[in-house]
């Protein structure tokens, strides 16, 4: 039996997180959630995930320096990039630099499902189920 997808998130707003959570774990994901960058940081040292979900506009350290850490210390992992402040710039940076996706908020966690099951589908994860698309949660 396989294990579950480890997946890290990370937003400076806590109400993403505290929704994502249940949602992703509704769908067989081990989630844990931070809301700064510093904390995260020091669990990516510590511990390998399959999926980090990361906003790029926070206060100290912003999304696209996450995104170089956990490259640089994980290379398989798959890094999916959430902001309000999505422009083409920020994306096309982001996805230059190895993010796996970018999506922008606001958004429904059934669409970040659906990109963690691609990248669960990539890192060869066959168990992540597609919930239905009107699961409100």
């Known amino acids: 039996m396989q294990e579950r997808l480890q997946v890290l998130v990370l937003d400076d707003e806590p109400i993403v997180g505290k929704r994502l959570q249940p949602a992703l774990a509704k769908v067989g994901c081990d989630v844990e959630v931070f809301d700064a960058p510093g904390p ?42 959430i902001t309000g402040y999505a422009t083409v710039e920020v994306a096309r940076e982001a996805m230059a630099k190895g993010a796996f996706d970018f999506i922008a908020k606001p958004f429904k966690p059934q669409e970040l499902r659906d990109v963690i099951a691609r990248a669960a589908e990539a890192l060869g994860f066959a168990g992540i189920e597609r919930a239905a698309a009107d699961d409100p949660a």
């Open 40 to 81: 995260a940081l020091q669990r990516v040292a510590a511990k390998r995930f399959d999926i980090v979900v990361t906003d790029i506009r926070m206060e100290d350290i912003d999304g696209i320096e996450v995104l170089e850490d956990v490259l640089e210390r994980w290379p398989t992992t798959k890094v999916i990039m």
